[in-house]
């Protein structure tokens, strides 16, 4: 593929990060429009989105740096090398909702029902990111002996060469396209505050545990398992959405978006 898109002298404009970030100003504009039909405000979105960016990508670098720790012990500038590739989506997303939660508990807005307007943008927003990855070469696949197997040979990427492999990376994206699609038919049908991030949480793991089964790069077993990490923290995900999809009650027919105080 083609991890570096345009070099000009020094400076290179590497896919990965491109990827990376127009997924992160898709999912902004959707959860920005998805805002404005609720009455929520553009710069509270923005806010908001500012926050989980950052978070989000702390939180993935770090599980990606202690899933490889013995690595980055011996090369610790690379830590900061995002362009890359070596993102744990699950690890981002722990911590960015931790850091959303505690600042919509400060601004005291309703958690569940901003969090549906933040769902399918980052559905979206995800799957964008995935092509990234392809072109990066990371969250590569098996050896596979398939039609749809692909070979990576820049020596630039970050999968191995000359070897066919499963297209982990575009079975990710494509679930997530589908995910962002469903979410906004659960979006227009939603019942209670709440519901429309469930199902994220529950469809995005079982697309995870699904696509790990095809995933060829390590990240690291539970000890005397067979189970990655990513594996762990999915089924865990999973479990906990499908428990919370029932214990939160539909109350009534209120399906007012969020708004705060502050407003």
Same mark, same amino acid.
């Given at each position: 593929m083609y991890p570096d898109l345009i070099s000009i002298g020094p400076l290179t404009i590497h896919t990965y990060g491109l990827f990376v970030a127009l997924?992160?100003?898709?999912?902004?504009?959707?959860?920005?429009?998805?805002?404005?039909?609720?009455?929520?405000?553009?710069?509270?979105?923005?806010?908001?989105?500012?926050?989980?960016?950052?978070?989000?990508?702390i939180g993935s670098r770090l599980f990606y740096v202690l899933l490889n720790l013995g690595y980055y012990r011996q090369n610790p500038l690379d830590i900061l090398k995002l362009w890359q590739g070596g993102l744990v989506f699950s690890g981002g997303l722990i911590?960015?909702?931790?850091?959303?939660?505690?600042?919509?508990?400060?601004r005291r807005m309703p958690v569940l029902a901003t969090a549906d307007l933040f769902a399918p943008g980052l559905a979206?927003?995800?799957?964008?990111g995935r092509i990234g990855c392809f072109f990066a070469g990371c969250c590569y696949g098996r050896p596979a002996d398939i039609p749809w197997a692909v070979v990576f040979t820049d020596p630039q990427c970050l999968a191995p060469l000359h070897l066919?492999?499963?297209?982990?990376?575009?079975?990710?994206?494509?679930?997530?396209?589908?995910l962002f699609g469903i979410l906004l038919f659960v979006m227009k049908k939603r019942t209670f505050p709440g519901q429309v991030f469930i199902w994220? @949480? /529950?469809?995005?793991?079982?697309?995870?545990?699904?696509?790990?089964?095809?995933?060829? %790069?390590?990240? #690291?077993?539970?000890?005397?398992?067979?189970?990655?990490?990513?594996?762990?923290?999915?089924?865990?995900? @999973? /479990?906990?959405?499908?428990?919370?999809?029932?214990?939160?009650?539909?109350?009534?027919? %209120?399906?007012? #978006?969020?708004?705060?105080?502050?407003?």
């Amino acid at each position: 593929m083609y991890p570096d898109l345009i070099s000009i002298g020094p400076l290179t404009i590497h896919t990965y990060g491109l990827f990376v970030a127009l997924g992160f100003a898709s999912a902004i504009y959707v959860i920005i429009r998805l805002g404005k039909r609720e009455g929520v405000p553009p710069q509270q979105i923005m806010d908001m989105a500012f926050i989980g960016i950052v978070w989000a990508i702390i939180g993935s670098r770090l599980f990606y740096v202690l899933l490889n720790l013995g690595y980055y012990r011996q090369n610790p500038l690379d830590i900061l090398k995002l362009w890359q590739g070596g993102l744990v989506f699950s690890g981002g997303l722990i911590v960015a909702l931790a850091a959303l939660a505690w600042h919509m508990r400060r601004r005291r807005m309703p958690v569940l029902a901003t969090a549906d307007l933040f769902a399918p943008g980052l559905a979206l927003g995800q799957a964008i990111g995935r092509i990234g990855c392809f072109f990066a070469g990371c969250c590569y696949g098996r050896p596979a002996d398939i039609p749809w197997a692909v070979v990576f040979t820049d020596p630039q990427c970050l999968a191995p060469l000359h070897l066919p492999l499963h297209p982990t990376q575009a079975y990710a994206a494509l679930g997530g396209f589908l995910l962002f699609g469903i979410l906004l038919f659960v979006m227009k049908k939603r019942t209670f505050p709440g519901q429309v991030f469930i199902w994220y @949480l /529950i469809l995005h793991s079982t697309f995870r545990l699904l696509v790990e089964r095809f995933r060829g %790069d390590h990240r #690291g077993l539970i000890p005397g398992t067979e189970m990655s990490t990513t594996q762990l923290l999915s089924l865990v995900v @999973l /479990i906990g959405s499908v428990v919370a999809l029932y214990v939160i009650k539909p109350k009534g027919s %209120d399906r007012q #978006g969020p708004r705060s105080d502050s407003e």
